[in-house]
């Protein structure tokens, strides 16, 4: 945000709900929760009105008059200075609404006396991940493995991918239901008239169970019960609540109270009779939940919220871990703060416990397999990878397996690490081992200073938590001091889930610049293109056109089929040879790339001529609508005629007029003429992972912390991703 907001405080007692500030907080959990049902005004009064008795602390951030952020507090502080958010058990989200990103500073300060501590439990990282905060530390614990169903496409697709398992029991159930029972009915209650008693009838199916002799169950007369009954009642006003009720003769087997909005549904509570457990009746209801809500909300999402075991976690599409965070004011407070609570045992805030990454990783069902060969992959992983190869040609199996065949080989190593959940591939990791500066191995990203840009390959809506499996399998096959992986798009999210995964799994990753990129935003032709170059540029290109045409027999072309793809290697060779360039130490790789962007259709290999000899040649990569100039050089006798910049403006022409790419890139490195042919920089960057367990590892850890603080003090940076002034 462009300036510090400005934090107040309210007191707000319970039996006044959000008052005046109702309008604001619905305003903010639309434009930052997409309208959350969890966050919704309704709800949010209804667990102040019912749980709310010693009242809460409302914090709003405003800017230029306009609240920014909202969060809802504990009346008072824990004492030492820690502040919790206000979260009675009957919500599974952070009752915050908090942009990431946004500077906590001015909350500290509001606070009375000295605050040191603000816990944020239950932060959902699906809507907005506050595991990052600018100027302050802060530690986050897994608290609950929640679960979600997407619902595009139809019911039949979704459970023809469910596990095997799974489908097998739900048979085995339903046979037996009808075999001994009948058949069942669903109910489904959405009038608002009719909602009391929906929740009445839930309250007595819970209170007949376990909940209900632990004294912790919903009934008629409880604030639980008074709080379910209201906030159902006025949600199914609106048309966003339902009550699921599976129905044995004249006996309720199973309900599960929903509420519904803007194409999700959350589910509130669910409960089942005990005396028909051999029916798996709770399992039933939500089969037939799941399949009325595919009909009833195409392409939305069903949200469990609930700390999901294995059994449970089979029905899903996407699983997460809701994080609780404590956010600090200074960095050295977590320490501080951790002391105390060892000397001072049974006073730590809830869920204070240490993560268990391996826990963590067990509990999400997922498995890796490590594959040596790229053409040993199983076909989905090699879809995933052609799927991310339509964004960068680097990203693909081809890229990976020339890198593979022609670098990887003798003292190095190339595998390849495939994630997969319910049979489901979620990643493929490529990673490679070779000697890091002291010469010792190192593993990480298959990459070498051939790679203009590396990534993991993620399907869509990844986690961190989900890429934790894959990361321990990594540590636990090499347990090196230190993992590398590099050059990477420091935007781009692939960056910040391995970083974040990194994290998860106990290494300690930092972040290091690699390169400057320079690139073009293609807008226009090749005549609009020039006429933004400097005057010097144009007159350069110009002149040395003219200049080479009249040499005799002078000319230029672009190879771009494999039927002459063996004479264009040949002539790029000729002028690498000849050029001021140190020799290929892996000579096969660039006739591999050549001949391969040939087969996919990707070449431009630019070549200028005099007669029979190439006296300049340049690799530009095209595909999916980008421009890659990957590789050039000139013959230095021909120097004076400036042959480079003549086919640098012919495959620039070329990639603009006739391939109509969006886009021109430079690839690597600061270059003063780069700066000539493009208009933006951006910055790639590389992720080092430490190992803090083994020497190596805390000494590398700690050289890093200091070439960090010496750099920053010396480096001015350039602005990223923005115009070249």
Known sequence: MNSTPQWQLHHMPGDQGLAEHRRDWDRLNQHLMGGHAMLDGAFVEGLLRHFGADGARLAVASQGGEPVAMLLLNAQSRGMGVWSGFLPSQSQISLSLIPAGLDLSGLFRALPGYTGELDLLCNDPRFVDLRELPGHPVKSLPHALTMNVSLRGSFDDYWAQRPRKLVQNMRRYMRRLQSEAGAERLDIVSDATAMPEAVARYAELESSGWKGREGTAISRDNAQGRFYAEVMCQFAARGEALVYELWLGDDLVASRMLLLRDGMAVMLKTAFHEEFDRFAPGRILLLRTLEDLFTRLPGGVVEFYTNAEADLLAWSTSQRWINHISVYRHRGLPHAYELMRLSKRGWRPRDKRPMDAEG?????????????????????????????????????????????????????????????????????????????????????????????????????????????????????????????????????????????ALRLSGLRPHEYFAFGNWFLPVQGNWTEYLKERSGQLRSTIKRMTKRLATEPDARLEIVRDEA??????????????????????????????????????????????????????????????????????????????????????????????????????????????????????????????????????????????????????????????????
Request: net charge neutral; charged share 25%; proline share 7%.
């Open 360 to 500: 963590m990783a067990s509990r999400s069902g997922a498995s890796v397999d490590v594959v040596a060969n790229v053409r040993e992959l199983p076909t989905d992983a090699l879809a995933l990878m052609s799927r991310r190869e339509q964004g960068y040609v680097e990203f693909g199996a081809d890229w990976f397996g020339l890198l593979a065949d022609t670098v990887f080989q003798g003292e190095s190593q190339a595998t390849f690490y495939v994630l997969r959940r319910q049979g489901r591939v979620l990643a493929v990791l490529p990673v490679g081992v070779q000697p890091d500066a002291t010469g010792r191995r190192e593993p990480g990203a298959l990459a070498n200073y051939y790679t203009t840009l590396y990534s993991p390959l993620l399907e869509d809506e990844l986690t961190p938590e989900d890429l934790l499996p894959l990361v321990l399998a990594l540590r636990r096959a090499h347990r090196a001091p230190a993992y590398r992986f590099w050059p990477m798009d420091p935007q781009s999210r692939e960056f910040k889930l391995l970083r974040d």
């Open 564 to 725: 002459d793809v063996e004479r264009g290697i040949a002539a790029y060779q000729a002028v690498y040879g000849a050029s001021w360039k140190v020799p290929e130490p892996y000579p096969d790789f660039i006739p591999g790339l050549i001949r391969l962007c040939a087969r996919r259709g990707w070449l431009r290999l630019g070549l200028a001529w005099i007669g029979d000899k190439p006296i300049a040649a340049q690799l530009w990569i095209v595909s999916n609508g980008r421009a890659n100039i990957y590789k050039l050089a000139y013959d230095e006798a021909f120097k004076s005629m400036a042959p480079g910049t003549v086919l640098t403006a012919l495959l620039m022409e070329e990639a603009i007029e006739r391939d109509k790419v969006t886009e021109i890139d430079y690839l690597i490195g600061d270059d003063a003429y780069k700066k000539t042919w493009m208009s933006h920089r951006r910055e790639r960057f590389g992720l080092v992972a430490y190992d803090p367990t083994t020497p190596r590892g805390l000494a590398g850890l700690l050289r890093q912390a200091l070439g960090n603080a010496s750099r920053r003090l010396r480096r001015p940076t350039l602005p990223a991703d923005n115009p070249a002034s």
